[in-house]
């Protein structure tokens, strides 16, 4: 059996897979109302714990039997996000501590140490952490920002936490770009996401350990970014933020098709190479919860009755998927 699981107002939400047929289907259940307050989900591990956070609010973990804690931020923080986890339960995200959301600082927090605050690189104020492997190395950036008209300009590069070592490594920054950032990290020490250059565009890239940097296949010139990877390599994402697309692990561009909307975003993938993440309809402004897989193609997942938007944001390998509605 599968699950999948959303988040309302927004609601968190669980899809639990419940067996073979020619359309993967799925049991769908909520995570229920955090606060009174919209909840975002955006990870789960093996184990079926999943991350996320209350808008405006605390950062939350659930747990697979249904129960949730909310983790201690410090208190200078006004909110946190919990972005990714682990197979061993250990939390990554971000704290904010001013009303510029870009005014953040990385965290990991474990059951048996609590919350540690990572440091940022020694000419950045800020950082972010976005995904922790196995392994326990965490992967993010650290920037500064300044403000171009009415929006916040991101400068800074994507760097890696090692285990149990609060200072950032640096990861290269290609030529020409302002900043980058590491989304996801496998398993195999292979860490991808993009790097943004002087216009704006986003270069879908990858990261070794080492910090080396490689750009990945670009689709007609389109801005793009990696999402996630899996163990093997294989990448998803998204370019123009309309377009979805797995990468395989020889650098080969896979177009994914949209539910009949007009645009759509690969969010994760697991190690089985099933994607899920959101795509338009086409039926009024309905934004779904979807899943791809080689064999059956797209398919809507369908959230709660009456639902016009949902995410897929996380899938383990046990093929359970989390999000929000």
């Not at 769908?28 to 714990?49: A, E, H, P």
């Not at 200078?76 to 904010?96: D, F, I, M, T």
């Not at 009024?284 to 369908?302: D, H, R, Y």
Request: aromatic letters at 8%; charged letters at 10%; glycine letters at 12%.
């Amino acid at each position: 059996m599968k699950k999948l699981l959303l988040a309302l107002l927004c609601l968190g939400f669980v899809l639990v897979y419940i067996g073979p047929a020619a359309a993967l289907q799925y049991k769908f259940r909520d995570l229920g109302i955090v606060d009174n307050s919209s909840t975002y989900v955006y990870d789960i591990n093996d184990s079926g714990q999943i991350v996320g956070n209350v808008s405006g609010g605390d950062v939350i973990v659930w747990q697979q039997d249904g129960s949730n804690e909310s983790l201690p931020l410090p208190t200078e923080a006004l909110y946190g996000h919990g972005l990714g986890n682990n197979n061993s339960g250990l939390v990554v995200g971000k704290y904010v501590t001013s009303s510029i959301y870009c005014s953040a600082s990385a965290f990991c927090w474990s059951s048996k140490d609590g919350l540690r605050t990572l440091e940022n690189l020694s000419d950045k104020a800020y950082a972010q952490a976005n995904s922790i492997n196995d392994d326990g190395i965490i992967v993010g950036s650290s920037y500064n920002y300044s403000v171009v008209g009415s929006a916040y300009q991101l400068l800074g590069t994507a760097c890696l936490w090692l285990p149990g070592i609060t200072d950032p490594v640096p990861l290269s920054l290609l030529d020409g770009c302002l900043y980058a950032e590491a989304i996801s990290i496998n398993n195999s020490g292979l860490i991808a996401g993009r790097c943004v250059d002087t216009t704006g565009k986003s270069i879908p890239c990858l990261w070794d350990l080492e910090g080396r940097v490689a750009v990945m296949a670009i689709l007609n010139g389109e801005s793009g970014t990696i999402r996630a990877i899996n163990d093997s390599g294989t990448a998803v994402g998204v370019f123009n933020g309309v377009h979805p697309v797995i990468w395989t692990s020889t650098n080969t561009i896979v177009n994914l098709c949209t539910l009949g909307g007009s645009f759509a975003s690969a969010m994760d993938i697991n190690n089985s190479g099933i994607v899920v993440g959101y795509s338009a309809t086409g039926i009024g402004s309905q934004v779904a919860a979807c899943v791809w897989t080689p064999q059956s193609g797209e398919q809507m997942l369908q959230a709660f009755e009456g639902s016009r938007y949902a995410e897929a944001r996380a899938i383990n390998d046990l093929g359970i998927i989390a999000g929000f509605a």
